[in-house]
């Protein structure tokens, strides 16, 4: 079974700060990657996936991802935050074994002030 | 390009109720996914429909079922409603490989 550790529940920073946010999985195979985003109000989005090649992954709004197998992490990066990158952050894990179904960690809330 | 669409918006029951959620996939999607979210936590899977079968279900009890229509719609049945039902229902719609999540229906189960 795969499952996700999102280690910080909630992030506060101002503008211009640097994010960077945890996402640990515990899978014994090939995984994809991913990282969602759900703006107060809206929809889940996805703002990036891995699935091989480059573990640095650039996905959009400015953020990226870095995929390291042997630490089982793949963490959300993002060099300056604005006011709009308020929003949860939900990291997701899946096993490439024919299952098509993500496992989501429980969330980062991210508070940016302006 | 509609995205993936679902009704209503918001819900409430009482426990014991009957509940039911509808979803339109994004066009040219034939895989439908549920997910229940939970106050603070992540989306949970409930299960995923192909082809008008389900496919793979989480571990929800049988009180959950679904259905596919030809035209890859879904909806999502709820009996006998728990307060603990209370959540942000999600439907995602996926081709191949990436889901895309509609805005989702917010059921409160008094």
């Known amino acids: 079974a795969q499952s996700v550790s999102q280690h910080n529940h909630h992030v506060i920073l101002s503008e211009a700060a640097s994010l960077e946010l945890g996402c640990n999985y515990s899978?014994?195979?090939?995984?994809?990657l991913f990282w969602y985003v759900q703006y107060p109000g809206q929809h889940l989005q996805l703002l990036l996936k891995?699935?091989?090649?480059?573990?640095l992954v650039k996905g959009i709004k400015g953020f990226e991802a870095e995929f390291i197998k042997s630490k089982f992490s793949f963490n959300l990066r993002k060099p300056s935050v604005q006011w709009s990158d308020t929003a949860e952050y939900f990291c997701a894990v899946r096993g490439t074994g024919g299952s098509y179904i993500p496992t989501f960690g429980r969330g980062t809330s991210l508070i940016v002030h302006p | 390009d509609a995205g993936v669409t679902q009704s209503p918006t918001h819900l409430i029951k009482t426990r014991g109720q009957q509940v039911t959620l509808r979803c339109s996939p994004k066009s040219g999607h034939d895989t439908v996914s549920w997910y229940q979210q939970a106050l603070g936590q992540g989306p949970q899977f409930i299960f995923q429909?192909?082809?008008?079968?389900?496919?793979q279900r989480g571990n929800f009890p049988d009180r959950f079922s679904g259905h596919q229509f030809p035209n890859y719609s879904s909806e999502l049945n709820v009996n006998a409603l728990l307060l603990g039902d209370s959540a942000l229902y999600l439907c995602?719609?996926?081709?191949?490989?990436?889901?895309?999540f509609g805005p989702g229906t917010r059921l409160l189960v008094l």
């Open positions: 429909y192909y082809e008008e079968e389900e496919r």
């Open positions: 995602a719609s996926s081709m191949q490989e990436t889901q895309y």
């Open positions: 899978y014994g195979g090939t995984v994809n």
């Open positions: 891995y699935f091989s090649g480059d573990p």
